[in-house]
């Protein structure tokens, strides 16, 4: 019997230590994998935009103790500028939308419809990326492209970045809605439980003074609970720095064109990787796939802060409600 | 003999969550500049009664009103939500400061109200801190966070929060129950001096505090007004064997 509660309080000690070690191991592989590009491209790595897999007919150079293609250079500053310009575009999207959906959803409508409203919002967060990229793709493409680019052009000409030429309606603002639409159940999630946490008091003692509804969640949402506000707009905004396939579908995945106005098509981080694997696997030297992993290492590192931050400042929020609870 | 005015006055209240009853026909009358006492056990209705007063008992879908409550001889119905509860002000059991500074607190209201110009607004906070008796404690920085403040001097901030709108009527809801005896006996003579200028109505199941407070007092037992009258003695000579339950416990 003593044996056997050993070997059990092991074994849960070794599946708690399991999530540490499997981000740990996965670090140190994208890492390790990222050294020779490290060595390779140095800082340009982060200051040029041009990917280019180099001449596969010429052999290769041998540059800081690493060997890669000729002429091949590996610069991410497009896709780090594709990952932050959608996943700007999708906050500025998604957080009106999901302040009104929690004010709606916590203040406007009967207690029984707010819970079915709820579920269904949970729901959104839980269908797979890759059916938000097909509706891009048959839906939204078609409407931004035929509608609201050429509308938005005309009408919005003397603001930078929307002048310019429409393409094909694949491009920044795709991925911008799209990443929206995608993280909108995140923030409301933690708008709402951050409602739901704030003591009965405190919204009794403001309705009382003569506070409208709107003045309430206003109130609400935006100053006594504003941290987790922040909060779960990092939580989208970690999901969106990293979302992949949806991406990928409505971006245009382009390599060494930065964009010139909103209606250029884009890549991201995450979509770089994905569709550049395949490519990569041909480069003899390794150095392509080493490239690729330091991009993971960036977009890891950066998600990860992010993630990090806004878990600790929509708890910090949490914990600040049960104080005046 | 006193003249005895109304200023509010509820017909046939009651209210039913579910299928259960938590007021039953209430009629009562609220006397203007007067310190309305309802006493009872705790479960008996008392706090619903009140967030009866302000319809702060419409946010919750469970209850269901009925009857008519006036307000200046007129239905509170025909007043808007938001008008109804700047006119019949409400303060908690327990403190509830919003986590801001004590001037903000007191601002709160004012600045839901619209735009008031500055030294007016400081001017009015000032003058309901006073009011509130809290003024000489706070006065050297207002700008200090409410929740540093002592539990007795964050329920006065609570009521200077409500004057600062001006209400006819100011409901205090078992305000002292979280409180001790100093602070307790602030709050008491507070209420004695507030009848002056507004009509108080206090709930409480504490007959000590009615006893020192009171002007007319209502026992609300079950749903049930028991028993109504000036001051607070006549409930000593009731018959009732609740009311009789109620002292003893009370005076324990």
């Known amino acids: 019997m003593d044996t056997k509660n050993k070997f059990f309080n092991f074994l849960t000690l070794l599946m708690s230590l399991l999530p540490v070690f499997i981000l740990v ?128 052009r005309d009408v919005l000409s003397t603001v930078p970045g929307f002048a310019g030429e429409i393409y094909s309606g694949a491009g920044i603002l795709a991925s911008g809605v799209i990443l929206a639409f995608m993280i909108i159940p995140i923030i409301v999630s933690v708008m709402v439980n951050s409602f739901d946490t704030v003591p009965a008091e405190i919204k009794h003692g403001i309705v009382t003074l003569g506070a409208t509804k709107w003045e309430l969640g206003k109130y609400l949402i935006t100053d006594y609970s504003r941290m987790s506000t922040y909060g779960g707009t990092l939580l989208g905004l970690g999901r969106a720095l990293g979302e992949t396939m949806a991406v990928l579908m409505v971006s245009g995945a382009v390599v060494n064109v930065l964009p010139s106005s909103f209606y250029s098509a884009i890549n991201t981080m995450a979509a770089a990787v994905a569709s550049l694997l395949d490519s990569a696997f041909f480069d003899a030297t390794g150095m392509s796939i080493s490239a690729l992993s330091e991009l993971s290492l960036v977009l890891m590192i950066i998600s990860l802060s992010v993630n990090v931050l806004g878990r600790r400042i929509a708890g910090r929020s949490v914990l600040r409600g049960e104080e005046f609870d | 003999m006193i003249h005895l005015e109304n200023i509010m006055e509820t017909r046939k209240l009651s209210v039913k969550a579910g299928q259960k009853t938590i007021l039953d026909n209430i009629d009562i009358n609220i006397y203007r500049h007067r310190v309305n006492t309802i006493v009872g056990p705790s479960g008996g209705g008392k706090s619903t009664f009140l967030k009866c007063l302000n319809r702060l008992v419409d946010l919750d879908s469970n209850y269901h009103v009925s009857g008519d409550i006036f307000l200046e001889g007129k239905n509170i119905r025909e007043y808007s939500e938001i008008e109804l509860r700047r006119r019949v002000g409400m303060v908690f059991q327990r403190p509830n400061p919003f986590p801001m500074s004590v001037y903000d607190n007191v601002a709160f209201g004012l600045r839901l109200q619209g735009k008031v110009k500055q030294h007016e607004m400081d001017s009015m906070v000032k003058d309901s801190l006073r009011e509130a008796g809290l003024f000489d404690e706070v006065n050297d920085n207002l700008n200090r966070p409410a929740s540093t403040l002592s539990g007795g001097q964050q329920q006065r901030l609570c009521i200077a929060r409500a004057l600062i709108l001006k209400p006819s009527v100011l409901m205090l809801d078992e305000p002292t129950s979280s409180l001790d005896p100093v602070a307790k006996g602030r709050i008491e003579e507070l209420m004695i001096q507030l009848r002056e200028r507004y009509t108080v109505i206090l709930v409480t199941h504490d007959i000590t505090q009615a006893r020192k407070v009171s002007d007319h007092t209502s026992m609300l037992f079950n749903g049930k007004i028991i028993a109504s009258g000036e001051g607070v003695d006549f409930l000593e000579s009731s018959s009732s064997d609740a009311m009789k339950a109620f002292l003893g416990d009370a005076t324990v």
Request: glycine content about 8%; overall charge neutral; charged content about 10%.
């Open chain 1, 25 to 152: 191991s996965i670090f140190a592989f994208v890492f390790y994998y990222s050294i020779p590009a490290i060595r390779y491209m140095g800082v340009r790595f982060f200051t040029t935009y041009l990917w280019y897999p180099g001449i596969e007919s010429r052999p290769p150079i041998h540059i800081n103790g690493v060997t890669a293609p000729y002429a091949s250079s590996y610069g991410i500053l497009l896709f780090l500028t594709g990952t932050l310009i959608s996943s700007a575009l999708a906050i500025v999207i998604a957080l009106p939308l999901s302040f009104l959906s929690s004010m709606a959803v916590e203040l406007y409508v009967p207690s029984g419809i707010k819970k079915f409203l709820i579920s269904m919002i949970e729901l959104f967060a839980g269908i797979p990326s890759v059916i938000y990229g097909l509706w891009g793709i048959i839906v939204l493409e078609p409407l931004l492209f035929h509608d609201i680019e050429p509308w938005m």
